[in-house]
């Protein structure tokens, strides 16, 4: 195996000047990369390939694009720089050839009801800027600036829900649930018990209120005053029926004040949590739930306010602009004209908005309108959105770093995509996507191969080439999804597998083979949420089922809010929202009897702050730490297992506080981190790091990857039955120490998997995963499809949101919704087995699915590629 590239290893001339089109990289050493020369061109499409954790993301993100960066902080002035959140410094002897560079990396919608469609695309502030100047305002008023169109701001807030639209309120039914009782018997349920209840009851008794007749006798005007008031009579008090005891003076709280103050001042989460069950949340009646003031909600354009074109998808809101943007000059109005929705500046603006939108709606993502808050969004609908802004963007002569710019999109919605690529290309401008996505891989110019294997077993570059020259290098464990014989595999058929090992094993099982039987069905009946209106669907159990569909068309919002909800609660386990997402789904489900667990494993971090990792949130570390402190040398000392975590005093590094590295704040200069001075990143203090379990200490263990733990905690069991999940699952380059903020969300989702396939199974499981393979590479997704095989052989059911057609072809069962997203999705288009779905003439799915069960369907490459006369390293 040879790495790769220097200039005279090559068949290609070597040439001098940053001017021969490439960037030529030497002695990358980031992360596992083993002092790495490599060549890539520019002007190109690249895909960097290899298995989850080879060193691909290094090369790519940590070592060219972290140097673009690099030096263009360096061109900055030293005081701005302090404004600007700076990465770190790739280790690398040289790079040569390098432009600008823009990272595009996967990440989830912002965690704010407040981030929308419109907020991350910027196409919210010239939509604001159309209605101030151009907006058709009510006689008399005055014109708003920009800001009073935001719910974001001072200026444009609603004043009852601050810009929310949503209003958290209590009601006379909320907080009276039976009001059969009487005041006495407990009918204002809100109040507290005990003596702080029989106190206010007391009061209103000197008050002259009856306490004894059932509350919905008591006259309207006394049930408000009881619940609403603002007033706060303070009354000398005689207990009733206590005899003994003395007047005091007493003081009166509605229910509602009550509440409210219990809410927002009370330290104790047991009494928020009690009396948030007597809020109701809706819609804020004062904006409508817009968020906005009434006087913004009073100007329009083409007669619709700002709020009502916020909700409309884009290709709708294209169309309503269209008319105003294709005005000619002739037909404007006069420059001087302040407003009005045919002046020179609406022009002007709805022209900028329409070429905006179009850029979008040619992405597929016209369903989505500019108020969908992001926290709702998929990876993949972000990206997206992140690329669109950039074409519109007009540079030149950079290079775009794009982190699988395909996960999370239906074969359908990634053609248009590549589309995308090709002109950001034809603009002068160089694309290196990280990609699993071998029909992304094919359209590329070139490509870069690292592996073999993952962590340590990786880092090398096995080819830099036209993408047809990797044929050659059978080391290569991408080769196999590529080619056979030689020739380039049909694109989207995905079933030439292979091993993690870098064999060519075929698919696991042929198309014609049948699969299970179900052992019975979960029925949703009306669910409603979203773009699902009224739907039924039916979920065979005891089998691997497939959810389908093109991007927005309600996949996850069937399984991940309706499913999930429905069936967790009657499992008295309900679904865990974030405090940013919207309600669960409604509806009725019947078969839910059958399930015994309810486990949903998402992409959301395993924690939040690096003092998360993954040997914290799997169990082994407690594990590790009790072999620590068992041994001779830390029983001599009286250390117990506390004494080795990192998360609390005693055996941690209090320099640091366990963390491994400090602040460093330098004058005109921005902060940065470095190892601690003191334990050099180890985490702990010298006496912790002295005892030591078979020659390592802690610190050792937690820098050993999940590979080398293995056999080194092999007759550990807890230890070594955590290990074993995360290697089944493909995971065994990780560090055990590896922060939590360092996974991506496919990392997250297959150790959130691996601490699952660790328990001891009891009853009937059902497991719901929404996209388990966005960020693996083909071999990747061999292993953790095997897993989720055997979930469903012991005795489960499981059911995936899933794009990868090579595993919807190797499910059980299909569900494909559609046929298109938003308001033109929320159908169920076909059902089945995948040979009966991929017959189906009306699914967007069915002819990838065809093709990805035609697993033998090779063709050869006809197409040609510039680098077609370059000599490749092999």
Same mark, same amino acid.
């Given at each position: &195996?040879?790495?790769?590239?220097?200039?005279?290893?090559?068949?290609?001339?070597?040439?001098?000047?940053?001017?021969?089109?490439?960037?030529?990289?030497?002695?990358?050493?980031?992360?596992?990369?083993?002092?790495?020369?490599?060549?890539?061109?520019?002007?190109?499409? @690249?895909?960097? !390939?290899?298995?989850?954790?080879?060193?691909?993301?290094?090369?790519?993100?940590?070592?060219?694009?972290?140097?673009?960066?690099?030096?263009?902080?360096?061109?900055?002035?030293?005081?701005?720089?302090?404004?600007?959140?700076?990465?770190?410094?790739?280790?690398?002897?040289?790079?040569?050839?390098?432009?600008?560079? @823009?990272?595009?990396?996967?990440?989830?919608?912002?965690?704010?009801?407040?981030?929308?469609?419109?907020?991350?695309?910027?196409?919210?502030?010239?939509?604001?800027?159309?209605?101030?100047?151009?907006?058709?305002?009510?006689?008399?008023?005055?014109?708003?600036?920009?800001?009073?169109?935001?719910?974001?701001?001072?200026?444009?807030?609603?004043?009852?829900?601050?810009?929310? =639209?949503?209003?958290?309120?209590?009601?006379?039914?909320?907080?009276?649930?039976?009001?059969?009782?009487?005041?006495?018997?407990?009918?204002?349920?809100?109040?507290?018990?005990?003596?702080?209840?029989?106190?206010?009851?007391?009061?209103?008794?000197?008050?002259?209120?009856?306490?004894?007749?059932?509350?919905?006798?008591?006259?309207?005007?006394?049930?408000?005053?009881?619940?609403?008031?603002?007033?706060?009579?303070?009354?000398?008090?005689?207990?009733?029926?206590?005899?003994?005891?003395?007047?005091?003076?007493?003081?009166?709280?509605?229910?509602?004040?009550?509440?409210?103050?219990?809410?927002?001042?009370?330290?104790?989460?047991?009494?928020?949590?009690?009396?948030?069950?007597? &809020?109701?949340?809706?819609?804020?009646?004062?904006?409508?739930?817009?968020?906005?003031?009434?006087?913004?909600?009073?100007?329009?354009?083409?007669?619709?306010?700002?709020?009502?074109?916020?909700?409309?998808?884009?290709?709708?809101?294209?169309?309503?602009?269209?008319?105003?943007?294709?005005?000619?000059?002739?037909?404007?109005?006069?420059?001087?004209?302040?407003?009005? $929705?045919?002046?020179?500046?609406?022009?002007?603006?709805?022209?900028?908005?329409?070429?905006?939108?179009?850029?979008?709606?040619?992405?597929?993502?016209?369903?989505?309108?500019?108020?969908?808050?992001?926290?709702?969004?998929?990876?993949?609908?972000?990206?997206?959105?992140?690329?669109?802004?950039?074409?519109?963007?007009?540079?030149? /002569?950079?290079?775009?770093?794009?982190?699988?710019?395909?996960?999370?999109?239906?074969?359908?919605?990634?053609?248009?995509?590549?589309?995308?690529? $090709?002109?950001?290309?034809?603009?002068?401008?160089?694309?290196?996507?990280?990609?699993?996505? &071998?029909?992304?891989?094919?359209?590329?110019?070139?490509?870069?191969?690292?592996?073999? +294997?993952?962590?340590?077993?990786?880092?090398?570059?096995?080819?830099? /080439?036209?993408?047809?020259?990797?044929?050659? %290098?059978?080391?290569?464990?991408?080769?196999?999804?590529?080619?056979?014989? /030689? +020739?380039?595999?049909?694109?989207?058929?995905?079933?030439?597998?292979?091993?993690?090992?870098?064999?060519?094993?075929?698919?696991?099982?042929?198309?014609?083979?049948?699969?299970?039987?179900?052992?019975?069905?979960?029925?949703?009946?009306?669910? +409603?949420?979203?773009?699902?209106?009224?739907?039924?669907?039916?979920?065979?159990?005891?089998?691997?089922?497939?959810?389908?569909?093109?991007?927005?068309?309600?996949?996850?919002?069937?399984?991940?809010?309706?499913?999930?909800?429905?069936?967790?609660?009657?499992?008295?386990?309900?679904?865990?929202?974030?405090?940013?997402?919207?309600?669960?789904?409604?509806?009725?489900?019947?078969?839910?009897?059958? %399930?015994?667990?309810?486990?949903?494993?998402?992409?959301?971090?395993?924690?939040?702050?690096?003092?998360?990792?993954?040997?914290?949130?799997?169990?082994?570390?407690?594990?590790?730490?009790?072999?620590?402190?068992?041994?001779?040398?830390?029983? $001599?000392?009286?250390?117990?297992?506390?004494?080795?975590?990192?998360?609390?005093?005693?055996?941690?590094?209090? !320099?640091?506080?366990?963390?491994?590295?400090?602040?460093?704040?330098?004058?005109?200069?921005?902060?940065?981190?470095?190892?601690?001075?003191?334990?050099?990143?180890?985490?702990?203090?010298?006496?912790?790091?002295?005892?030591?379990?078979?020659?390592?200490?802690?610190?050792?263990?937690?820098?050993?990857?999940?590979?080398?733990?293995?056999?080194?905690?092999?007759?550990?069991?807890?230890?070594?039955?955590?290990?074993?999940?995360?290697?089944?699952?493909?995971?065994?380059?990780?560090?055990?120490?590896?922060?939590?903020? $360092?996974?991506?969300?496919?990392?997250?989702?297959?150790?959130?998997?691996?601490?699952?396939?660790?328990?001891?199974?009891?009853?009937?499981?059902?497991?719901?995963?929404?996209?388990?393979?966005?960020?693996?590479?083909?071999?990747?997704?061999?292993?953790? #499809?095997?897993?989720?095989?055997?979930?469903?052989?012991?005795?489960?059911? @499981?059911?995936?949101?899933?794009?990868? &057609?090579?595993?919807?072809?190797?499910?059980?069962?299909?569900?494909?919704?559609?046929?298109?997203?938003?308001?033109? =999705?929320?159908?169920?288009?076909?059902?089945?087995?995948?040979?009966? @779905?991929?017959?189906?003439?009306?699914?967007?799915?069915?002819?990838?699915?065809?093709?990805?069960?035609?697993?033998?369907?090779?063709?050869?490459?006809?197409?040609?590629?510039?680098?077609?006369?370059?000599?490749? #390293?092999?």
């Amino acid at each position: &195996m040879q790495n790769a590239t220097h200039a005279d290893d090559l068949q290609y001339p070597a040439p001098t000047s940053a001017d021969d089109g490439f960037v030529r990289v030497r002695g990358a050493r980031e992360n596992n990369l083993r002092n790495v020369d490599v060549d890539v061109p520019r002007d190109a499409i @690249v895909a960097f !390939t290899g298995v989850s954790g080879s060193g691909k993301s290094s090369l790519a993100f940590g070592t060219i694009y972290a140097e673009a960066q690099r030096r263009y902080f360096e061109s900055v002035a030293p005081y701005a720089r302090r404004l600007i959140q700076q990465g770190h410094n790739p280790k690398v002897e040289l790079i040569t050839g390098l432009p600008p560079a @823009v990272a595009l990396q996967q990440r989830r919608g912002a965690p704010s009801s407040r981030s929308t469609v419109g907020t991350v695309t910027t196409l919210s502030n010239s939509l604001r800027m159309l209605f101030s100047r151009a907006g058709t305002y009510p006689s008399g008023s005055t014109q708003l600036d920009s800001d009073a169109f935001s719910p974001n701001t001072a200026a444009g807030a609603c004043r009852e829900c601050h810009g929310l =639209g949503v209003a958290h309120t209590v009601t006379e039914s909320s907080l009276v649930p039976d009001p059969s009782l009487s005041i006495r018997d407990g009918a204002i349920a809100a109040w507290p018990g005990a003596w702080q209840g029989k106190n206010l009851r007391d009061i209103l008794t000197h008050l002259g209120y009856d306490v004894d007749v059932p509350w919905r006798k008591l006259p309207k005007k006394q049930r408000d005053w009881i619940l609403f008031t603002e007033e706060q009579p303070v009354v000398e008090v005689t207990p009733q029926r206590d005899r003994v005891a003395k007047p005091y003076k007493g003081r009166f709280w509605s229910a509602r004040s009550y509440v409210l103050h219990t809410l927002a001042d009370s330290q104790s989460a047991s009494m928020r949590e009690r009396v948030l069950a007597y &809020m109701e949340s809706g819609p804020c009646p004062l904006c409508s739930g817009t968020g906005l003031t009434p006087e913004a909600l009073a100007v329009t354009f083409a007669g619709r306010t700002i709020a009502e074109l916020n909700r409309l998808p884009m290709a709708e809101l294209a169309d309503i602009v269209r008319p105003t943007a294709e005005l000619n000059d002739a037909g404007t109005a006069s420059r001087t004209q302040l407003s009005g $929705e045919s002046n020179e500046v609406a022009v002007a603006i709805t022209r900028d908005l329409l070429q905006r939108l179009t850029v979008l709606v040619d992405l597929g993502l016209g369903y989505l309108a500019l108020g969908r808050a992001t926290p709702t969004l998929s990876p993949g609908e972000m990206q997206r959105l992140r690329i669109a802004t950039q074409l519109r963007s007009g540079l030149f /002569g950079v290079i775009y770093v794009l982190d699988e710019p395909s996960a999370g999109l239906h074969p359908a919605d990634a053609e248009p995509l590549l589309d995308v690529l $090709e002109q950001l290309k034809k603009s002068g401008n160089s694309v290196f996507v990280v990609e699993h996505n &071998m029909d992304v891989v094919r359209r590329a110019d070139w490509l870069v191969d690292v592996g073999p +294997r993952a962590g340590e077993g990786g880092g090398e570059v096995l080819y830099s /080439g036209p993408v047809d020259g990797l044929a050659g %290098i059978e080391a290569s464990v991408t080769r196999p999804f590529l080619f056979e014989d /030689g +020739r380039f595999v049909t694109a989207s058929s995905g079933r030439a597998t292979g091993s993690a090992d870098g064999g060519s094993g075929r698919v696991s099982r042929s198309s014609s083979e049948i699969v299970r039987e179900p052992a019975g069905w979960l029925e949703l009946k009306d669910v +409603r949420r979203h773009n699902l209106r009224g739907l039924d669907a039916r979920f065979p159990l005891g089998v691997l089922t497939a959810v389908t569909g093109v991007s927005g068309s309600g996949k996850s919002t069937l399984v991940g809010r309706a499913l999930a909800g429905l069936v967790g609660s009657g499992l008295k386990t309900p679904l865990e929202q974030d405090a940013a997402a919207e309600p669960a789904a409604t509806g009725s489900v019947t078969g839910g009897e059958r %399930i015994d667990r309810l486990v949903t494993v998402d992409q959301k971090p395993i924690g939040r702050t690096p003092r998360s990792n993954l040997a914290t949130y799997t169990g082994l570390f407690d594990a590790v730490r009790k072999e620590f402190a068992a041994t001779g040398q830390a029983r $001599e000392r009286g250390f117990g297992a506390g004494r080795f975590s990192f998360n609390v005093a005693g055996g941690r590094c209090e !320099t640091c506080q366990g963390e491994g590295f400090v602040a460093v704040e330098l004058l005109f200069l921005p902060g940065s981190y470095g190892p601690c001075p003191e334990c050099g990143g180890s985490r702990y203090n010298p006496e912790t790091l002295e005892v030591q379990y078979r020659g390592r200490n802690v610190a050792d263990v937690l820098a050993m990857t999940v590979d080398v733990a293995a056999e080194y905690l092999a007759d550990v069991p807890a230890a070594a039955r955590s290990l074993k999940s995360l290697q089944d699952v493909g995971l065994g380059y990780l560090r055990l120490g590896q922060p939590a903020t $360092e996974l991506s969300g496919g990392e997250a989702q297959r150790i959130k998997l691996a601490t699952e396939l660790q328990r001891a199974q009891r009853g009937h499981t059902l497991y719901l995963l929404d996209e388990p393979t966005t960020g693996l590479h083909p071999a990747d997704v061999q292993l953790l #499809m095997a897993q989720l095989h055997g979930l469903v052989d012991a005795g489960n059911s @499981v059911v995936v949101v899933e794009h990868d &057609m090579s595993v919807v072809a190797g499910a059980d069962w299909v569900i494909d919704l559609g046929p298109s997203g938003g308001d033109k =999705g929320g159908l169920i288009v076909a059902t089945g087995t995948p040979e009966s @779905v991929a017959r189906s003439g009306g699914s967007r799915t069915a002819p990838y699915l065809a093709a990805a069960l035609n697993q033998g369907s090779t063709s050869e490459y006809s197409g040609k590629s510039r680098f077609d006369n370059a000599a490749v #390293m092999s």
